[in-house]
């Protein structure tokens, strides 16, 4: 199975179902699963899923053919079960907006910016599938067709050069991380 996965507002969905189109695999949205699954509580307006529940439902729904997308997808498969991963990020300006837009309140504002800037979800992708299998990709300014022609680049090939991304020193050098981390 492929993943793609990432911060929300990076293109995850949008991509995937491009993917599964042109290269005919099964898409299968994790959201969608966890809501139909009922494999969530509700905690003050914030949607908290139980992670364990969702893996073992996925065990029975996704197969070699599929493509998995979704932010919690290095977290519910198995690593052996997992033949690439794909992280998409975005500078965390951008993602800003995106998520005033969306009427993020605050908090999942920065606990999303955070995220992204650390690079959390690559890591724990490394971490839960492997250095091999874990490819990431800067959607920044990018069109979703670019951004699509890699990463079936890499599901054909198995390997391609991932993008370089550190917000980290961006943040830094602009002296904006009170603004993203206030604690």
Sequence with gaps: MKIITGSPGTGKHTVARMIAQKMGLELVDLNKIAIDEKTFEKKDGVFDVDVQKLKKVLEKKVSKKSVLVGHLA?????RNRVDIAVV???NPYQLEQVYKKRRYNMEKQLENLGSEIL????????????????????TTSKSIV???????????????KVDEVDWLTLVLKKGDLPKFFPY
Excluded at 126 to 132: A, D, F, P, Y
């Design 74 to 78: 290095p977290y519910v498969v198995s």
């Design 88 to 90: 998409l990020r975005r």
């Design 119 to 138: 690079g959390i979800t690559y890591y724990d992708t490394i971490k839960n599938v492997g250095q091999n299998k874990a490819f990431q990709f800067d």
């Design 146 to 160: 670019a951004i699509t022609k890699k990463i079936e680049t890499l599901f054909l090939k198995g390997k391609i």
